[in-house]
């Protein structure tokens, strides 16, 4: 079965599908096929299929097959996903056309300079090179011979299988998001009693020459806490008669970005502290004129912290950033008047962090339904713009209700941007949760294998494994769509189906190294001969 693995994931890396284009269909077609050869789909050719995504200007679509064990009537299910896009390749400059040609591209790389690490596995022979090998192309084949292998033996294979190889995970989720509600279709139809979904995205050491195997049950989630900056402009050669909104945003970067205070933690994992994602001011030519407005906002990582919870934490720091810089402005104003022998008086600047929400009920109670149609028109004109992303679209609408707002003194509204991925804590409350712990635990110690590995609670990468689940608080969706502007309009998000899974999740990958780098790397024993066995045994046991 390795040796079948490693054929297809060579095959699957071989076709390019760089995420945000129509290649990524490319590898959806390949799937579809190599499924269709089966004898199993032979058989039930209406058990695959594909499910397009969602409002998609590229028409990409994800693939969706299901096995059905013959063995009894249970009707017990496991889901399997997979994301067959990429990340670009132009960082593998003038080798480019052999970014996804593992055989070739180690040859290449054998004649170039690289760090010592990468030529060290590169002589080992142990690794194989290129864009997708390893996030996540062998994962796919995995999985997709996992399912072949039990579809060979169905009448002996008591439970179901869901497999989903989705597009655009890379992205903004839009294949996952697309199956999401036919998992739920499909639940109903079958009568299916879902225990967990299985993914093997990849998994790599977490620190310097860490060489354990980690599996872990559950997942990080994500939010982008967003901060709109008014300021007050003023002559650059007066500047403090103003209030620099760029002087805010950096206080706020400053407070906030790699700050381990804000890290979320449970059980001893925490995740990673925010960092910036972007950060400019919104001016939109040269001048003198000092910047009215600025806008940042952070990836913020969660485990046990809920949107609200969040959106508290956020505004606190970005008023304790606010206060400083009033605090320090006026120091340095005292010290001008001094040196130039001006008489000084305190700056006027107080510090004011407001949510969104709260911006949109100031400006609500002031023009009444006038707020409303602004934003509804301003909906329509910018979902007419298909060059206007998530992200701008949130911020438009911000700065469309800020701009209707008589008090034009210097304010920080916080809002979050999309995308929003809920984390997943599998803590073994729940008859489900504690039969995936159970089951996991069980399935690595017993693993006949060489390696050290070990068991953890939350996948720390991004991934489509969030959306298995969403908060059931009522306080945690309230603010989450409250305070992201353009929440079912321009972003979508399935949150009655994500609360309707609800279910643990479980991510046992392959091992290497350097994924989203042009050094991407797989190792093989690992990969082909142990992973495998693991999600087999784990799929197995889960059914018992």
């Not at 294998?449 to 969030?466: A, E, G």
């Amino acid at each position: 079965m390795n040796e079948r693995i490693e054929k297809l994931t060579l095959e699957l890396t071989n076709i390019r599908g760089i995420v945000g284009t129509k290649e990524e269909n490319n590898v959806a077609e390949k799937v579809y096929e190599k499924f269709m050869e089966m004898d199993y789909f032979r058989k039930y050719p209406q058990y695959v299929k594909y499910v397009d995504a969602i409002d998609d200007p590229l028409g990409r679509k994800s693939v969706m097959a299901m096995v059905k064990g013959e063995k009894g009537s249970n009707n017990k299910t496991v889901i399997l996903i997979g994301h067959i896009d990429t990340v670009g390749i132009s960082d593998y400059g003038d080798l480019k056309e052999y970014a996804t040609k593992p055989l070739e591209l180690g040859e290449k790389f054998k004649e170039r300079p690289l760090s010592e690490d990468v030529v060290k596995d590169l002589k080992s022979g142990e690794y194989l090179f290129g864009r997708g090998i390893f996030d996540m192309k062998c994962g796919v084949a995995t999985l997709m011979t996992l399912v072949e292998e039990i579809s060979d033996d169905v009448e002996n294979f008591e439970g179901n299988i869901v497999f989903a190889a989705v597009c655009d995970e890379e992205g903004n989720s839009g294949g996952m998001l697309s199956v999401v509600p036919e998992l739920v279709k499909l639940k109903e139809k079958e009568n299916f009693e879902y225990l967990a979904v299985l993914d093997t995205d990849y998994s790599a050491p977490r620190y310097e020459n860490d060489n354990t195997r980690y599996v872990y049950v559950g997942t990080v989630g994500k939010l982008m806490p967003t901060f709109y900056i008014v300021g007050a402009e003023t002559h650059g050669g007066d500047p403090f008669k103003g209030i620099d909104p760029n002087l805010i945003s950096s206080a706020i970067t400053s407070e906030i970005d790699f700050n381990t205070k804000y890290c979320d933690e449970a059980e001893g994992e925490v995740t990673v502290p925010p960092i910036t994602l972007r950060q400019q001011d919104l001016k939109p030519e040269y001048s003198v004129q000092t910047a009215k407005t600025s806008h940042l906002y952070f990836n913020y990582g969660t485990h046990i912290s809920t949107p609200d919870e969040v959106m508290e934490k956020v505004v606190k720091g970005a008023d304790l950033a606010f206060q400083n810089v009033i605090d320090n402005l006026n120091k340095e104003y005292k010290k001008y008047c001094d040196l130039n022998k001006f008489l000084y008086e305190k700056l006027p600047w107080k510090s004011r962090v407001m949510s969104y929400d709260e911006l949109y009920k100031k400006v609500k109670e002031e023009r009444g339904e006038e707020v409303d149609k602004l934003i509804e028109d301003l909906n329509k004109e910018l979902l007419a713009n298909p060059n206007v992303d998530d992200r701008e679209f949130a911020l438009k609408i911000v700065e469309g209700v800020h701009n209707m707002w008589s008090d034009k003194d210097p304010v920080v509204v916080v809002f979050f941007s999309p995308p929003y991925y809920p984390h997943i804590y599998v803590e073994g409350k729940s008859k489900l949760e504690e039969n995936l712990l159970n089951v996991v635990k069980k399935t690595v110690k017993n693993i006949d294998s060489n390696y050290d590995i070990k068991v953890k609670k939350f996948y720390p990468y991004i991934s489509d494994l969030s959306y298995a689940a969403a908060p059931r608080e009522k306080e945690a969706i309230e603010s989450l769509k409250n305070n992201m502007p353009g929440f079912g309009v321009k972003y979508k998000l399935p949150i009655k189906d994500l609360q309707e899974l609800n279910l643990p999740v479980v991510n046992i990958g392959p091992f290497g190294k350097d994924a989203h780098k042009f050094t991407e790397r797989l190792e093989k024993d690992y990969s082909f001969n142990v992973a495998p066995k693991l999600v087999y045994n784990t799929i197995i046991n889960l059914f018992k």
